[in-house]
């Protein structure tokens, strides 16, 4: 939480907040906009991926001979094809390609270049693997059983003093809090203590792994594909193929949904190194089935939580212990858990504590807000408890414990300015809240939290010969940036929104930027189009004076222009960017602005969900009947995409939570990897769902802007298991709530009560 | 291997081409064709967003053969506008903010137009009925359903 304080405009926007045409909808409502697998290039071959048919098993030998000798196969590679590689790429290396064993049913272990995609089908059945079948582990409560199959024998468990001298699955500890938390429970009246399931859950992106490798005979190589950060692309394949970064190129299609799943690599450094060898270029696409077997989903978790209150409603203490799988390789996402566990309270006395797990199950990835929904899930449901068990309103509850500038965060910092408070107020003023549940069904409502980054960003801005502008960012356009983009240039250029237009740059053409990951790209690209944007209109200011013969300071930027200003300045006409850029020859040269930074300041967010659910009695399904997602932007730059990153968070959280999720047959494989047993929500499944933007400025942002993509999915577990609660009158500890979960749940309680 | 070779009609024009007999009209479509607007998402006939329309109806083109498409009408995205022209849907998406990544817009775009050529004044829930053949992760579907409702109403009124 760094003080910095950049805010320069918090009214009077003349373009920032409208709601303008994105500059790139065009070519995506006729079909002509580049995705992953839309790119061809002369002589391509087709790749394909073998894959482990075992969750666990050691790789005795891999015979590629008769594969090798079948006409139209001109390459084959496996891990012997990639040399070691730093310990930041160690796992990505073997997960990318498996080495001594497979991890994970579906975990690579060689790929085929041929003539076409007939071809490579047939070459990837004469490969002959010989395994050695392990027993194997995919819950992540039977993974922390002292005598639980290894996924990794060396693993030995980090963060704990001492070292422990035996290896298990857990490969890190963390612990985050303050003050004494048994002290605090001594001082509650009531204690609730509860633990919590939730299973892993998919990005879900349409758009499956694709991506054109073009390796060159010079030791040069031009990568295409979708992905949420071509520069990681570039530096990861750069280390695994052992080029120079210099030599290899990457450009980014346009992506067909990422949420943090396409912020690694798995069929790019393949491609690649197939391409090496056949001498072609070779394509790569990845099938459904493959995503959802060996690309990251969420973790899977078991949690414990235990919350104390007084009869009053204030909390006293707080504890959580969170168990994350992470899949065959460490992850941090338990300990990003940790941290976000209980960020929505001003608390004394909080303590959490989070394990990563390795299981044999695929590597786990980002999925926005990464660690966060799962713990809310929990937390949140305990406060529900809280609320009702001394007969208080949630939001009342969370209004009174509600975290606020100046209180220790629990994962560390002092908070400064933000808007939970607002937000929870917001929700309560919502005539959403107000209007009377319908019968029989039940409401809930939850809160959630979400850091939001900034980092390494490059921005370059060009004005062309006739006044328009050029913006070139390094952060792959997943859901309307661009139109973000053209708005900041033309807000602090004072030009009309159609005269800027914002492209994504390669990696040759822009310096290093970080992934389009952490809610950054707006945040991080307009602090640096603003930077930029202010020295092109410094440069064109000087070029007025020179022109005017007047000193620079006497030179005001307006409305687009460059302006006399002051007592002595004279009396001259403006000249207009049009008119600057066009004598640009005669005074200097080109104009344009850059500017590089590692953009801190990245104000967190929050957001409070209402649903209203109707549970069917006899069958346990769930299904929403109304929605609402109120959260902080810190300040809109378009409101569309903006409502839509909420909606759509929403959309993701309410699937988890009703319907979503890794079923693990006995035989350690993936019982549901399709869209048609992988359940995610249909247009039929929702209702809309309301968007409610409060803009409490974040003081890191020239005009308040605060991270907004990923902080929605957060709540909505728990607002839908507080729903259900309410419908049903039962607690269901476990996500995804699906029809046999509930169902059992209420009969369960029937036997009971 | 012999091929089939497959007499068409696409987007109004008449096309042919040859194809393996497995091959499927969507891959048709996208390698042989050059048409890739119609994307894959699953190959399985669960995401819509490789809807096409063959001979007036919303097909999934991961589950049709090229060869079916003999003497048969295709139409693609690359056929929704005319010319210049956007069609009243492509512009209600733009203007609704109704795409986000914009993978599954095409599909949504087909199977919509069928919807309103079919029905043109549905309702909410029947739009979302329709479209539930369409799998859209970034949006929540909201703004979607806003931009068809919008679009019905607008060529009601034209």
């Known amino acids: ?753 | 291997m012999t091929s089939v070779h497959v007499t068409t009609t696409i987007n109004g024009d008449p096309a042919e081409f040859l194809c393996r007999p497995e091959e499927t009209l969507l891959d048709v479509l996208r390698d042989r064709l050059g048409l890739t607007g119609t994307k894959e998402g699953c190959g399985s006939g669960d995401c819509g967003a490789c809807s096409v329309m063959v001979d007036g109806r919303v097909v999934c083109s991961c589950l049709v053969l090229g060869a079916e498409a003999e003497g048969r009408e295709i139409g693609t995205i690359e056929g929704m506008a005319e010319g210049d022209e956007l069609h009243p849907l492509q512009q209600k998406f733009l203007e609704h903010a109704a795409l986000q990544c914009g993978i599954c817009t095409p599909g949504f775009l087909i199977a919509a137009r069928a919807l309103l050529e079919k029905n043109p004044d549905p309702t909410e829930t029947e739009v979302r009925y329709w479209l539930a053949g369409n799998l859209c992760r970034c949006t929540g579907y909201d703004k979607i359903i806003r931009a068809v409702l919008d679009t019905a109403a607008e060529m009601r009124a034209s």
Not at chain 1, 241 to 257: H, N, Y
Not at chain 1, 364 to 392: C, N, T
């Open chain 1, 1 to 753: 939480m760094s003080g910095i304080d950049r805010l320069s405009k918090t009214s009077d926007f003349k373009v920032v907040g409208t709601r303008p045409i994105r500059p790139d909808g065009i070519e995506k409502v006729t079909g002509r906009a580049r995705f992953g697998a839309d790119a061809v290039a002369p002589g391509m071959l087709i790749g394909l991926v073998l894959r482990s048919p075992h969750p666990h098993a050691r790789i005795v030998s891999i015979d590629t001979a008769e594969a090798e000798a079948l006409q139209g196969v001109k390459a084959i590679v496996t891990a012997s094809d990639f040399g070691e590689v730093s310990q930041l790429h160690h796992d990505t290396l073997r997960n990318v390609m498996a080495r001594d064993k497979v991890l994970y049913e579906g975990h690579a272990l060689a790929a085929v270049a041929a003539i076409d995609k007939a071809v490579a089908k047939q070459a990837l059945k004469l490969i002959k693997v010989d395994y050695e079948v392990l027993p194997h582990v995919t819950d992540v409560e039977k993974a922390i059983e002292p005598d639980a199959p290894l996924v990794n024998e060396n693993l030995f468990t980090d963060g704990i003093d001492p070292k422990p001298d035996k290896p298990s699955n857990i490969a890190a500890r963390s612990q985050f809090g303050h003050g004494d938390v048994e002290e605090g429970f001594a001082k509650a009246d009531l204690i609730i203590e509860k633990s919590f399931k939730t299973e892993a859950a998919h990005q879900g992106y349409i758009e499956p792994h694709a991506c054109l490798a073009s390796f060159n005979s010079d030791g040069s190589a031009e990568l295409w594909g979708c992905t949420q950060g071509h520069y990681l692309v570039r530096d990861t394949c750069a280390e695994l193929l052992g080029i120079d970064v210099s030599r290899l190129r990457v450009t980014a299609s346009e992506i067909g949904g990422g949420f943090g799943g396409k912020t690694v690599v798995y069929l790019e450094p393949v491609a690649l190194a197939l391409s090496r060898k056949a001498g072609h270029p070779v394509k790569m696409t990845m099938s459904r089935a493959d995503v959802f077997k060996a690309t990251g989903p969420t973790a899977s978790s078991s949690m414990r939580v235990k919350i104390g209150i007084t009869k009053e409603g204030r909390i006293t203490a707080a504890d959580a212990e969170l168990y994350y799988q992470t899949g065959a390789y460490a992850g941090i996402f338990s300990q990003l858990g940790a941290m976000c566990a209980f960020a929505c309270y001003g608390l004394e006395n909080v303590r959490s504590v989070g394990y990563e797990v390795l299981a044999n199950r695929p590597m786990q990835a980002a999925y926005r807000a990464p660690g966060a929904p799962i713990i809310a899930f929990a937390v949140e449901s305990i406060v529900d408890e809280l609320a009702r068990a001394i007969d208080m309103d949630p939001l009342d509850f969370r209004l009174k414990n509600a975290a606020k500038k100046g209180d220790r965060a629990s994962y560390g910092p002092v908070y400064p300015e933000i808007g939970l408070v607002q937000a929870l107020q917001a929700a309560k003023e919502h005539p959403h809240y107000s209007a009377p549940a319908a019968a029989n069904s039940g409401r809930g409502v939850a809160a959630g939290f979400w850091f939001n980054f900034g980092g390494l960003t490059c921005i370059s801005l060009n004005v062309n010969i006739d006044g328009t502008v050029t913006v070139s960012s390094g952060r792959p356009d997943i859901g309307g940036s661009r139109a973000s983009m053209c708005q900041i240039a033309a807000e602090e250029l004072g030009v009309p929104y159609d005269n800027v237009r914002a492209i994504i740059a390669d990696t040759s053409s822009l310096g290093f930027n970080d992934t389009t990951d952490g809610s950054r790209t707006t945040f991080a690209n307009g602090i640096a189009i603003i930077e930029a944007a202010r020295s092109a209109i410094a440069d064109m200011c000087a070029r007025a004076a020179k022109i005017w013969s007047i000193p620079e300071d006497a030179v005001v930027w307006e409305n687009g222009a460059a302006r006399p200003s002051g007592a002595n300045a004279g009396d001259f006409e403006p000249m207009t960017i049009a008119d600057l850029a066009g004598s640009a020859h005669k005074t200097g040269g080109p104009i344009a602005g850059h500017h590089e930074v590692n953009a801190e300041g990245a104000g967190v967010s929050f957001s409070v969900h209402i649903a209203d659910v109707d549970v069917d009695q006899e069958t346990g399904r769930v299904s929403v009947s109304r929605y609402t997602v109120v959260q902080d932007a810190g300040k809109a730059i378009h409101p569309d995409y903006v409502e839509g990153q909420y909606q759509g968070g929403a959309a993701q959280g309410i699937g988890w939570a009703i319907n979503e999720g890794y079923f693990y047959g006995e035989d350690g494989k993936l019982q549901n990897p399709g869209f048609l047993d992988y359940r995610m929500p249909v247009a039929s499944d929702l209702p809309m769902i309301d968007a409610k933007i409060i803009e409490i400025p974040n003081k890191g942002h020239p005009y308040g802007v605060r991270g907004v993509g990923e902080t929605a999915i957060v709540p909505p577990l728990a607002t839908i298991g507080n729903a259900v609660r309410s419908a049903t009158g039962v607690r269901v500890p476990e996500v995804p709530m699906a029809p046999p979960v509930v169902l059992q749940a209420i009969e369960g309680a029937k036997e009971s009560g």
